[in-house]
């Protein structure tokens, strides 16, 4: 795309030479014979060069030249003069003046003068995106990296605040759950109090119709846009310019970023657009990626109760089975748990110790009920049978992958501390830590619970038993552990025994 060029002077002949030279290397050239038609023709973005004479009626070129650097820094001014003194040449220079040719001049002084400012203005233009960009890659990544909806909305809300420098910043979304409905404010920043509430209510239009558009809308100064009108909500404001982004993934648009009074109180440029539509194509991924996060969090979380009220189930059935066993997985449970926090254990151990104290008994499913109901003590073939069940409970479960977790605390509750248990022999160490700390808990829950042949022995005399078989039976480390959270904790269960 060619560059256009705006070249102010009030000789008309050296607007013809300008403009027809110009032209002729393939410049689109626009002309004003004073500064005040140039002002009118001039807006930020709309050229790549001004040219303006230094003396000319009412405004001079400075003058001209300050007034357009105040709206457009990064654009390259080159001063015409025919006589002019080194006070106001230095003045000129400190104004962002980029070059003086002096008249008469020759046509190819204005060529290399014309070209080296357009390049100087490109190698800037490039350097600032590469600046800007640098620091976009960051924000970016961290939009990129928000998991909440609401943290997400406020971090664009301070990229955008620190790369446009815009003071007053909102985020709109549709409201309703299919997304398509009226924009409603989701997060707002520098709104004064005193007109946060006409500016909700006003700011929804141009919003409303820029998400259903999909298309970015700057405007410099609202009383100047005829097809907008004025809207009172600026008023208030130190500056007339805004912007409304619209925040976009493929098609959709999921919400509107609106930005209004820059810092320093001038209009949003074209750079402030794009730097803007950047943040909000970033942050409309991220907004998306969250919300599919939360669905499937929300899924999970469905999965989770509904796979936990099986395994309450199951666990209220094996005790079911009979009225000397009601209540005991529940308890287990409950004593478990005491342990796994007097030992420190992580969420990750408490869950599975959790889950394994509920299902430890589920082996007894396949044991006769004659004999869990049996009023005297086993005979050694009977006790046998029952002491099949941890091998039980492991193959019942071992079809479920969710709980492949839990089976070797399954199969090992009731192993020994010094080898003497079931089914396996194990000893020591080399039984799972968990199926230890189940152990203690199971074992504590018989010896205080009422049998058919046997009364309640109580609380105390389970702490001495717990006391007296800690090295050989149960690890001794643990049994520590239980007898300390008992004695500090309220557990609900054992007032009853």
């Not at 924000?139 to 990296?145: D, G, V």
């Not at 609401?150 to 997304?179: D, F, N």
């Not at 007296?468 to 049994?479: R, S």
């Amino acid at each position: 795309m060619s560059d256009r060029i705006l070249v102010v002077d009030d000789e008309a002949a050296v607007l013809a030479i300008c403009r027809e030279f110009l032209q002729s290397r393939s410049y689109i050239v626009e002309t004003a014979s004073d500064a005040g038609k140039a002002m009118t023709l001039f807006e930020p973005g709309r050229f790549n060069l001004v040219i303006t004479d230094i003396n000319m009626p009412s405004i001079s070129g400075v003058e001209l030249a300050r007034w357009i650097k105040e709206r457009e820094p990064e654009i390259p001014v080159i001063i015409l003069t025919g006589y002019g003194s080194y006070n106001l040449m230095h003045e000129a220079l400190r104004g962002g003046v980029s070059d003086f040719i002096e008249k008469p001049f020759l046509l190819e002084t204005l060529q290399r003068s014309v070209e080296k400012a357009l390049e100087h203005r490109e190698y800037m233009a490039e350097r600032e995106r590469l600046r800007i960009m640098r620091r976009l890659i960051t924000s970016t990544e961290r939009i990129a990296r928000e998991v909440n909806e609401s943290s997400l909305l406020q971090y664009l809300c301070e990229c955008a605040a620190t790369e446009t420098r815009a003071q007053i910043i909102s985020v709109m979304l549709p409201g309703g759950e299919s997304g398509s409905g009226r924009l409603r404010i989701a997060t707002i920043r520098g709104i004064p109090s005193e007109i946060e509430e006409a500016a909700r209510q006003t700011e929804a239009e141009l919003a409303q119709s820029v998400f259903e558009t999909r298309a970015a809308l700057r405007v410099e100064d609202i009383n100047m846009e005829t097809g907008l009108g004025a809207r009172p909500r600026y008023s208030h404001y130190r500056t007339y310019s805004f912007m409304s982004i619209p925040l976009v993934i493929g098609s959709k648009a999921m919400g509107v970023l609106n930005l209004a009074d820059k810092s320093d109180e001038k209009a949003f440029s074209r750079t402030d657009e794009e730097v803007a539509v950047i943040l909000a194509n970033h942050a409309a991924i991220a907004l998306e990626r969250v919300r599919l996060y939360d669905r499937l969090q929300l899924k999970i979380e469905e999965t989770e109760s509904m796979f936990y009220g099986v395994v309450q189930a199951i666990s209220n059935a094996i005790d079911a089975k009979s009225p000397w066993t009601k209540g005991h997985s529940e308890r287990v449970t409950i004593y478990a748990g005491m342990i796994g926090s007097a030992l420190g254990l992580n969420e990750r151990d408490m869950d599975t110790l959790t889950l394994a104290a509920l299902l430890h008994d589920v082996g007894k499913i396949g044991t006769y009920d004659t004999l869990l109901d049996k009023p005297a003590r086993l005979t050694d073939s009977e006790y046998e049978m029952v002491k099949l069940h941890p091998v039980k409970g492991e193959n019942i479960l071992k079809p479920i992958a969710r709980l492949s977790h839990i089976l070797p605390i399954i199969r090992h509750h009731h192993e020994r501390y010094d080898g003497r248990g079931y089914p396996d022999g194990l000893s020591g160490q080399n039984i799972p830590f968990l199926a230890r700390v189940l152990t203690v808990a199971d074992t504590f829950d018989s010896m205080t619970s009422q049998r058919p042949y046997r009364d309640t022995p109580g609380r105390d005399k389970g702490i001495s038993e717990l006391h007296a078989c800690a090295g050989t039976q149960f690890d001794p480390e643990i049994v520590e552990a239980f007898i300390r959270a008992l004695r500090t904790q309220k557990t609900g269960v054992m007032d009853t025994v």
